[in-house]
């Protein structure tokens, strides 16, 4: 039977409320922070309200399981209650988060509407098969090697993967290149945060890879999806506004200028 230390649970326990806090508090930033970018833009930072809002949900229903799955036991270390938890949270979380991250990059670029709709079709199809192929694996008991079916659902949720990637960097790459000095640059960083944070994901999916088993890799998963997600939904979302931020000014977009009507 699994058992953490007082010093394990408190860790990840810490890093849930860290999240949630992270992710409310961050909306409300781009609630208040909406007339500071031109009115095209402003649905950029919806949708990231919308992100960070359903993180913060789950996060909620993460931290109830998490506390509800372990008591105190009489050595003072931390003993499973007999309540699972349930990590199912964190994949309908990215089910629906993943697909509007890409759809906030995309309405900020400002593309022509037609090659808009065509990346979103091709990255919100590729993001919903990254995520459902990769729970099979995550919920594996038994077996986790790498060559176990574990490892099979990665390798099978990283064709997606590789293909957004393919996507930001092949295809839209030129549409990048293109965006003046400031927002250019903003862009470019933005798509590597988007691979940093990313990229972190399947690196802590194969903890149990690297021989890591029972409470430490529990700790290990959860302290760096949440970790990760704090950086990909709430750094990212800070990002989308620096850029939708730079992109109004180059359009001569004033903060608290009025417009009168003629
Ligand atoms: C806010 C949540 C985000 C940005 C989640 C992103 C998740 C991934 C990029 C997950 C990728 C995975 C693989 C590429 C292979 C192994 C299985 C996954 C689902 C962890």
Do not use: C
Request: charged residues 15%; without cysteine; glycine residues 10%.
């Amino acid at each position: 039977m699994e058992q953490l230390t007082f010093g394990q649970f408190n860790l990840v326990y810490n890093m849930l409320s860290f999240a949630i806090a992270a992710m409310i508090f961050s909306g409300v930033f781009f609630v208040l922070a909406r007339n500071r970018v031109a009115p095209q833009y402003r649905i950029s930072l919806i949708v990231s309200t919308l992100v960070v809002g359903i993180a913060a949900y789950h996060y909620l229903r993460i931290f109830n399981s998490w506390e509800a799955a372990y008591i105190i036991g009489e050595a003072g270390n931390y003993v499973a209650s007999g309540k699972p938890f349930n990590d199912a949270y964190r994949y309908i979380d990215w089910l629906l988060t993943v697909p509007l991250l890409l759809v906030e990059l995309i309405l900020v670029m400002g593309l022509a509407s037609e090659k808009r709709s065509k990346m979103l079709t091709k990255l919100v199809i590729a993001s919903f098969l990254m995520i459902l192929l990769g729970y099979p694996g995550e919920i594996i008991t038994g077996d986790t090697s790498m060559f176990s079916e574990r490892g099979l659902w990665g390798l099978l949720s990283t064709i997606p993967f590789v293909y957004i990637l393919y996507v930001l960097w092949g295809e839209l790459g030129s549409t990048i290149s293109n965006q003046s000095g400031k927002t250019g640059i903003l862009l470019r960083n933005i798509r590597l945060l988007l691979l940093f944070t990313w990229g972190f994901y399947p690196i802590v999916y194969m903890a149990p890879f690297f021989g890591w088993e029972g409470a430490t890799a529990t700790v290990a998963i959860q302290v760096g999806y949440s970790l990760a997600d704090v950086l990909a939904k709430a750094g990212y979302g800070l990002m989308i506004y620096a850029i939708a931020r730079s992109k109004s000014e180059d359009e001569g977009y004033k903060i608290g200028r009025v417009v009168t009507a003629t």
